[in-house]
T-cell receptor
Framework: DAGVTQSPTHLIKTRGQQVTLRCSPI?????VSWYQQVLGQGPQFIFQ???????GRGNFPDRFSARQFPNYSSELNVNALLLGDSALYLC??????????????FGPGTRLTVL | GNSVTQMEGPVTLSEEAFLTINCTYT??????LFWYVQYPGEGLQLLLK?????DKGSNKGFEATYRKETTSFHLEKGSVQVSDSAVYFC?????????FGAGTTVTVRA
């Protein structure tokens, strides 16, 4: 079975631009989470979507938004890009929306560089 | 809020050496604890997990025990290989999100 897939692999944008990142979860998984990993740091939680509804949001500005489609794939949008948005964006899927034993499976990530 | 603190690296070892990476956590309730590994240029892979106090997670020769009394989840391996060179992240989950430590870079020399 295919794992979590993300596209594109790499992306270069300039300040002020907008970007859309895409994620396809493991087949059968209904939950998608997004994380931002700045170089040299651990991933930081951005959003979780379950059954197309936002279930949680991290401490990120409103420039960050996301949605989940009927097929459970997801998009992360970032508007008005800043240099500090340069990071590896990770998508994770799971088969449940909540629960402390909820194992998340990560994709390879999208490397965003903002110039 | 919930948080994870893990020992800073980088850690450099010789092959067959013993590896320990310390991890402590702060949490309300009863979180599950995880170790993830990130190989160069790749995403995160779950290495092991423990869901309740005194549970021991193990995988690929790595072990970690959920210690509620010391709020710790230290990662150990008795004999590392060059292929274990990676960044290791300790994490906890409080229902719907993972909270990660800063990561520890481990380099194993032949």
């Amino acid at each position: 079975d295919a794992g979590v897939t993300q596209s594109p692999t790499h992306l270069i944008k300039t300040r002020g631009q907008q970007v859309t990142l895409r994620c396809s979860p493991i087949s059968g998984h209904k939950s998608v989470s997004w994380y931002q990993q700045v170089l040299g740091q651990g991933p930081q939680f951005i959003f979780q979507y379950y059954e197309k509804e936002e279930r949680g949001r991290g401490n990120f500005p409103d420039r960050f938004s996301a949605r989940q489609f009927p097929n459970y794939s997801s998009e992360l949008n970032v508007n008005a890009l800043l240099l500090g948005d340069s990071a590896l964006y990770l998508c994770a899927s799971s088969n449940r929306g909540a629960g402390s034993h909820n194992e998340q499976f990560f994709g390879p990530g999208t490397r965003l560089t903002v110039l | 809020g919930n948080s994870v603190t893990q020992m800073e690296g980088p850690v450099t070892l010789s092959e067959e050496a013993f590896l320990t990476i310390n991890c402590t956590y702060t949490a309300t309730g009863y979180p599950s604890l995880f170790w993830y590994v990130q190989y160069p240029g790749e995403g995160l892979q779950l290495l092991l997990k423990a869901t309740k106090a005194d549970d021991k997670g193990s995988n690929k020769g790595f072990e970690a025990t959920y210690r509620k009394e010391t709020t710790s989840f230290h990662l150990e391996k008795g004999s590392v290989q060059v292929s274990d060179s990676a960044v290791y992240f300790c994490a906890l989950t409080d229902d719907y999100k993972l909270s990660f430590g800063a990561g520890t870079t481990v380099t194993v020399r032949a």
